[in-house]
């Protein structure tokens, strides 16, 4: 099949072509046109779900487009401002149309003649949607979406001064690569108490988010959020049984092959003990990776590099390019983290991050690449609903993406020892992050099903969840104080609830699309981007399955993947 990043902004039909979301009272009557209008046949139907397609289409792309302004500078109270108006003015009122267009479209006679193959998957979210919608719950919604952005105002703002110079966190990172053990330590201490000054605000902001989303869940009939929120992400394939699965084979499987890498780290740099700050540093005489300089240096070699995995690949870059579609470096004011924002209007989506010239940032750009080429490969689908498809099989389009450009890094590596430990680095770091996707997983699901939990709980179980899913060969004694907050750092415990097993459940698809890719190149590609091009109009086990891979987390299938990896490290 050929594939085309020429992307065309999506024809209006419906809406006038100027049409712009600026007050409710200009957006709701094209709800009430909706609402009322008479469905006499199918081709009526399909008519009225093209124009709904269209409106949503429409409202998605300006709330992206408010957020992605924000974040790229949340200092800018205008800026603010629009994204609360949308949030507290726009979205609320949208929700009950939302609730009678889903309920209009499931009592509809002419529903059950759609073709199954292509309405299955959403059918059955709008069902969902039907089943959860509570009036009394759009409120605290609206306040749940003006709170959560408070975390990135707060992490914002954070900075260390290191030298006499300024430096975000993310710039700061790169010290912890330096060759001096002693900077090392001080740069990791000066980042941790940095975050220790906001601990209070953090904890408090948790509180209330906690506090919301359970009279959430309440509201909907259920007894925690968890429960209401495994039901609202759609998370039909799958139960909190079989996240604990994942846990333990994280733990059996997963845990020893970190304890090897991480003894190799400690012989390699010659240490009594390996501590916290000395996981990105290089042995004496070894020089870090620093693949590029400025972000638009990183973004002409990450054209490159897909170039020659793939040139459709890297056509999708040029596009955005050409639409301004990219915001790379850290700065101060800037939001922390990185992320890819898909445009339902436009095609072409934005990707955000925080560039500082390191490894890891490579890395960041090829995954959020990933999600990129996700978005291009859906958008010709002919509903917005069906570019809506679930985490767990986006994150496979991001992960897969970071292991099958290894081999095409030399635009950043030229030399073949530099390669080599790059590669290094990329596969160390997909195993040793399932500790931690374990960790919070484990700490969300004891959080929400422990509502009216103390500050003092709180610490505890995360304290016993951490030390859990630790390796043991990493030196952190004394520093109990950083610790006990380390969950604060992870943006989606505030932003985005229980997502975050899907970066695990993924990291094994991407794995198995990898270990595909080793036996034949160019079928691996072709099922990443067959399953991709499907958005969500399959079920999670019919996607996996569409790529050539099993929808399993167990204990055994870790056991599988984990001895593949290890035989590839080896080789290197």
């Excluded at 605000?201 to 988010?209: C, D, G, P, T, V």
């Excluded at 300089?293 to 054209?303: A, H, R, Y």
């Excluded at 989506?349 to 291009?376: K, L």
């Excluded at 459940?505 to 890719?517: F, N, P, R, T």
Aim: charged share 25%; aromatic share 12%; hydrophobic share 40%.
């Amino acid at each position: 099949m050929t594939y085309t990043a020429h992307i065309q902004k999506l024809p209006r039909y419906y809406l006038p072509q100027d049409f712009k979301v600026t007050t409710w009272e200009a957006l709701e009557p094209f709800f009430k046109e909706l609402l009322d209008r008479p469905l006499n046949s199918l081709s009526d139907l399909q008519q009225w779900l093209h124009d709904s397609s269209e409106v949503e289409a429409a409202i998605s792309e300006d709330a992206c487009w408010r957020q992605i302004k924000m974040t790229c500078d949340t200092e800018n109270k205008e800026l603010e401002k629009a994204f609360e108006f949308f949030v507290l003015e726009i979205q609320p009122r949208i929700q009950p149309y939302a609730d009678a267009l889903n309920k209009k479209l499931v009592n509809c006679p002419f529903t059950a003649e759609l073709d199954p193959a292509q309405y299955h998957t959403y059918l059955r979210s709008v069902k969902k949607n039907i089943e959860l919608f509570r009036e009394e719950n759009i409120p605290l919604q609206a306040d749940l979406g003006v709170l959560q952005q408070q975390y990135g105002q707060i992490t914002g703002r954070m900075t260390i001064t290191h030298n006499g110079q300024e430096y975000t966190l993310q710039q700061a990172a790169k010290f912890l690569q330096s060759k001096d053990r002693s900077e090392r330590e001080t740069v990791y201490r000066s980042i941790q108490e940095r975050r220790l000054q906001d601990k209070e605000a953090l904890n408090e902001l948790f509180s209330k988010l906690l506090e919301k989303r359970h009279q959430v869940a309440l509201n909907a009939g259920f007894a925690n959020y968890r429960d209401f929120k495994f039901k609202e992400l759609g998370r039909f394939d799958y139960s909190p049984e079989e996240c604990t699965q994942f846990q333990e084979g994280v733990k059996h499987h997963v845990l020893p092959l970190v304890n090897e890498i991480y003894r190799h780290k400690q012989t390699k740099l010659g240490v009594d003990t390996l501590r916290p700050w000395d996981l990105d540093a290089e042995p004496a005489g070894l020089e870090p990776l620093r693949p590029f300089k400025t972000g638009e240096e990183l973004l002409q070699k990450s054209i490159a590099v897909l170039e020659k995995l793939n040139p459709f690949f890297a056509d999708c870059f040029r596009t955005m390019q050409t639409m301004g579609h990219f915001d790379l470096e850290s700065r101060k004011g800037k939001a922390p983290g990185g992320y890819n924002c898909p445009l339902a209007e436009s095609g072409a989506p934005f990707i955000f991050m925080n560039a500082a010239g390191q490894m890891d940032d490579v890395t960041t750009m090829v995954h959020e690449g990933g999600h990129a080429v996700h978005s291009f490969l859906a958008h010709p689908l002919e509903l917005t609903a069906f570019k809506e498809y679930p985490m767990e099989i986006a994150e496979v389009a991001s992960m897969a993406m970071e292991l099958f450009t290894m081999d095409h890094w030399e635009p950043f590596f030229d030399n073949a020892e530099e390669l080599k430990r790059a590669k290094q680095h990329q596969l160390e770091r997909a195993i040793t992050i399932f500790p931690w996707i374990a960790t919070i997983d484990k700490f969300q699901h004891w959080i929400y099903t422990h509502p009216g939990h103390s500050l003092e709980e709180r610490a505890a179980a995360w304290t016993a969840i951490l030390q859990e899913f630790s390796t043991d060969v990493l030196d952190v004694s004394g520093l109990d104080a950083y610790r006990q907050y380390s969950w604060q750092r992870q943006l989606h415990l505030f932003e985005v609830p229980f997502y975050y097993i899907e970066y695990g459940i993924a990291q094994l698809g991407a794995i198995g699309l990898w270990m595909q890719y080793k036996q034949n190149p160019q079928q691996a590609l072709d099922n990443y981007m067959n399953a991709l091009s499907l958005g969500g109009t399959r079920t999670l086990p019919e996607l996996y399955e569409a790529a050539g891979l099993k929808f399993d987390f167990s204990p055994a299938h870790i056991k599988t993947l984990m001895e593949f990896v290890k035989a590839e490290m080896d080789k290197l």
